[in-house]
């Protein structure tokens, strides 16, 4: 029956081209491309929209949909031309017809700007051609994928372009609509496990005309989730949302990032229905009453901290230090607890300083900003391995820099505590003890006199042990007595503090390029070499050329390590190479310089090393647009060894550069210089 049922559906006559344009899926939402100017002018930047017409019911959607598909526009311009993104405008709730929140889009007539650039060097009077094709979802009861070709011919004047009759008004209006942000309105916004809140409050009195109601906030992430309710509540003059965050949220969000709509408006004629949110996004906390709270939270966060992993190399410091000291001159004893207490303080107030300064100019920043800074890390790096290096022996110059050794009652024992005190905040700044969080989210969102409150609370109490120990004499003498254990256990101590140059290293390997990163280590081996060039040929008892020697050599060392380890930004951003990456871009009429490499391979390291370190290959580089791709053979990969095969090769280095008009890539050889480089570039057909 099967077989005779298929045989019968054969005999059935072909249904015609008519037929099945007949079966093609409705479009209910009609497109076409319009201009806000009659003209445009040579290199000045000019606005285009998509226009959608829906039918009645029938939505699309915002390019953060919830569910769906955002509209999207496939650009086939004229040379020259570029086209920015899609300039969207205040989206609404789109609900079923069970009334459940099914997705944020548009309904209508709707307008979607696009910013167009044209070359400086079009030809007054020629006529231009702006194709693009558009894709959207629009959705009643079912979802239809929808397209269409739109287009758009507009001639080019030096004349100053006039508004088009029909949408130049209307586009206007549109983009001064657009959401953004408003000095009338405030908005902060904190979080918790599971709720954000958002608060939005006005610069002064609420006009009684402006009542702003139906608010609701659209992510522009996955952050919130969007099908969920969102209560609102009046509060001080203003308003705030209880925004539920969705399942796949990250533990600690950085910012919060949307549109919150109005259907009266922000503003008092009605306008600007949707206000921009980008702020950052705070833990919320139970200090947000009496600031006495939060102080008490972060002196005792600060008691904790120095029971942390990043503080216990510090910690261990003071201690041996405490323990030369017991039997010492009491004044003595408490000066250089005071000293040690001044380091930390002043290392937190510069924190705090430096916090309200970068905030006041916009930016947003959190505790222990400094260490998103690759400069800084590697720097820190670098000090760790020479306190480290000098524990373990390798050179005695710097005992008193770091509390240790005879010196301790001496005024440069006073400032070797004082740069413990610096130390001990500096490697604290990683770690956010139990508690103390809360008080470091209250303080980054206090105003600046109470945040340098609590940062002056929490270096009192990350200090109060040691200025205790100094306080008290009898406490001190509870410690053990000098003797020869102390060389042991400050070898010992050499350890956690290579530890924490591990750590940093790893911090800079996810802020810097694979050849950042192993400039970065030569760079520390050099200044280790330094280091021990310095207290092998300064040993006691050595002569004075000698000493001199040394002193030269380690200090020549410590700068070349400086030199060549310090993190510069990649000045070429290598994409993964395909065969599919190659042929795309060879059909945009891109050079193409494709570099096979290893992570193992010493000869690429120095090929890249040297040959984009050329100021005139990257100069190169940049006005050709040259693409940068790279087959990364660190790890077996079977579609870069076949690769490798077809030009009977089997190793890296392996560098090819794809010229336009030309079929085969020109080979370069192992071993490369830039003129190697710019020589291939030049390769005429």
């Known amino acids: 029956m099967p077989l005779l049922g298929l045989a019968l559906l054969c005999t059935l006559p072909f249904p015609g081209r008519a037929a099945l344009a007949s079966l093609a899926p409705p479009q209910h939402v009609q497109a076409s491309l319009v201009a806000a100017d009659a003209s445009i002018q040579p290199g000045r930047p000019f606005t285009v929209a998509l226009h959608l017409v829906h039918d009645p019911h029938w939505h699309t959607y915002w390019h953060n949909p919830g569910t769906g598909l955002a509209t999207k526009l496939v650009w086939n311009l004229p040379a020259g031309f570029t086209a920015g993104e899609i300039q969207w405008p205040a989206p609404s709730l789109i609900k079923d017809h069970s009334g459940n929140v099914s997705g944020n889009g548009y309904e209508g007539d709707l307008l979607l700007p696009v910013t167009i650039t044209p070359p400086a060097d079009l030809q007054p009077g020629a006529a231009i051609e702006l194709k693009a094709r558009a894709e959207w979802l629009m959705c009643e009861e079912v979802c239809i994928p929808g397209s269409g070709e739109v287009g758009l011919s507009l001639s080019v004047a030096n004349d100053a372009p006039k508004p088009d009759a029909t949408w130049g008004e209307k586009i206007r209006k549109v983009l001064a609509g657009l959401p953004r942000t408003d000095a009338a309105w405030t908005v902060t916004a904190t979080h918790n496990a599971t709720t954000i809140t958002l608060a939005i409050t006005p610069a002064g009195t609420i006009p009684a005309a402006l009542v702003p109601r139906d ?3 659209f992510p522009d992430d996955s952050l919130v989730a969007f099908e969920l309710p969102q209560p609102v509540r009046d509060e001080r003059g203003g308003f705030v949302l209880a925004l539920p965050m969705s399942d796949d949220a990250p533990k600690n969000p950085g910012r919060l990032l949307g549109v919150v709509t109005s259907e009266s408006g922000w503003l008092p ?15 919320a906390t139970a200090v947000q009453g009496p600031l006495a709270g939060t102080l008490l939270l972060a002196f005792v966060g600060g008691l904790i901290l120095n029971l942390m992993p990043c503080v216990f190399p510090v910690l261990g410091l003071k201690i041996l230090g405490f323990t030369h000291q017991s039997g010492s001159d009491h004044r003595k004893v408490i000066a250089h607890g005071l000293v040690f207490t001044s380091g930390v303080l002043l290392s937190f107030w510069g924190l705090a300083g ?8 916009g930016d947003q920043l959190g505790w222990g900003f400094q260490l998103q800074s690759p400069a800084f890390v590697f720097s820190l790096a670098a000090v760790m391995l020479l306190v480290a290096l000098n524990l373990s022996g390798v050179f005695e110059f710097g005992l008193r820099a770091t509390s240790l050794g005879g010196g301790l009652q001496t005024q440069t024992g006073l400032a070797g505590s004082f740069f413990t005190g610096v130390l001990a905040t500096v490697v604290a700044t990683p770690c956010s003890a139990p508690i103390l969080a809360p008080a470091l989210g209250a303080a980054l969102a206090l105003p600046t006199a109470a945040s340098f409150a609590v940062f002056t609370v929490i270096a009192l109490g990350l200090s109060a042990p040691y200025l205790l120990l100094s306080i008290f004499p009898q406490a001190v003498k509870v410690l053990p007595r000098p003797g020869a254990w102390m060389e042991t256990f400050k070898q010992f101590l050499a350890f956690p503090l290579y530890a924490t140059v591990a750590y940093l290293a790893w911090v800079l390997a996810g802020q810097t390029s694979e050849s950042g990163l192993l400039t970065a280590l030569f760079g520390l081996v050099f200044i280790a070499m330094g280091a021990w060039f310095y207290g092998r040929w300064t040993a006691p008892g050595a002569s004075a050329a000698r000493a001199r020697f040394g002193l030269l050599a380690g200090f020549a060392l410590l700068a070349l390590g400086a030199v060549t380890g310090w993190p510069r930004p990649d000045r070429v951003t290598w994409e993964k190479w395909s065969p599919e990456a190659v042929a795309s871009l060879r059909a945009e009429g891109r050079i193409v310089y494709v570099d096979f490499t290893a992570r193992w391979c010493a000869t690429c390291q120095a090929n890249k090393k040297l040959v984009f370190s050329s100021k005139e290959v990257l100069q190169a580089f940049a006005d050709k647009k040259i693409a940068t791709l790279k087959g990364d053979w660190t790890n077996q990969d079977p579609q870069i060894t076949a690769e490798l095969a077809k030009y009977q090769r089997s ?26 480089v710019l020589t291939a570039l030049a390769t005429k057909g």
């Open 215 to 217: 608010l609701h906030f």
């Open 354 to 361: 430096a916090l309200a300064v970068l905030r006041a100019g």
């Open 651 to 676: 190793a890296v280095p392996f560098n090819l550069i794809w010229l336009p008009g030309h079929d085969d890539p020109v080979i370069l050889p192992e071993l490369l210089t830039p003129n190697t």
């Open 269 to 283: 004629d009605g306008s600007l229905r949707g206000l921009r949110v980008d702020v950052p996004l705070t833990l």
